[in-house]
């Protein structure tokens, strides 16, 4: 079993949807979680940092943590056709605090059509 | 230019010759890493260094040399290219709140 899982999918929604893009972890003592956006031929970039349990809000992005379940998730609002990406969850290994390795789910594609 | 930069960007090369791939940043960052990227397996990490002189392996290490003199620069070495070896690489490096990565080096290994 994987450290962290994510449905590959991919995933198809139209403009203006909310997207729910979702990740579970085994190890309760990751401490910062992060998500990535990766463009097609590129490489990823980081879309939110979050430590602790909780929702952090930027823009039409709003990633949950819920360590008790060891869940966490990225929503996207009115998604746009520029949103169309791979997303990947990370989280950091125990005592590296959020500099140190991180262990990265498998990625969900998602696809935002006009 | 400020960031991290990976060269080059495609390399072809045969099986059983050594080849290195190059990542260099500017911030100055202690930790570095690279990972491979590949299809039903996600990003996997090679290796990392804490610092200059200071590395580690880490999930998928066999096959792969790193060195680290200077703290900019964090060369990925292959010292016998396999087909298993195709792959994208990725250079990251961090700081408090997240990695930056490099666009990557597609490799092909034939």
């Known amino acids: 079993q994987k450290e962290v899982e994510q449905d590959p999918g991919p995933l198809s929604v139209p403009e203006g949807a909310i997207v729910s893009l979702n990740c579970t972890y085994s190890?309760?003592?990751?401490?910062?979680f992060m998500w990535y956006r990766q463009y097609s031929r590129k490489g990823p970039e980081l879309l939110m940092y979050?430590?602790?349990?909780g929702n952090k809000e930027d823009g039409r992005f709003t990633a949950q943590v819920d360590k008790s379940s060891k869940y966490i998730s990225l929503f996207i609002r009115d998604s746009q056709p520029s949103d169309s990406a791979t997303y990947l969850c990370?989280?950091?290994?125990?005592?590296?605090?959020?500099?140190?390795?991180?262990?990265f789910g498998q990625g969900t594609t998602l696809q935002v059509k006009p | 230019d400020a960031g991290i930069t990976q060269s080059p960007r495609y390399k072809i090369t045969e099986t059983g010759r050594q080849v290195t791939l190059m990542c260099h940043q500017t911030w100055s960052h202690s930790y570095m890493f690279w990972y491979r990227q590949d299809l039903g397996h996600g990003l996997r990490l090679i290796y990392y260094?804490?610092?200059?002189?200071?590395?580690d392996k880490g999930e998928v290490p066999d096959g792969y040399v790193v060195s680290r003199s200077k703290t900019e620069n964090f060369p990925l070495t292959l010292e016998s290219a396999t087909r298993s070896q195709t792959s994208v690489y990725f250079c990251?490096?961090?700081?408090?709140?997240?990695?930056?990565f490099g666009s990557g080096t597609r490799l092909t290994v034939v």
């Open positions: 979050t430590y602790s349990s």
């Open positions: 990370a989280m950091t290994s125990p005592g590296s605090g959020n500099t140190g390795k991180l262990i």
């Open positions: 260094s804490a610092a200059a002189d200071i590395t």
């Open positions: 190890n309760s003592a990751f401490q910062y």
């Open positions: 990251a490096s961090s700081a408090e709140g997240g990695y930056t």
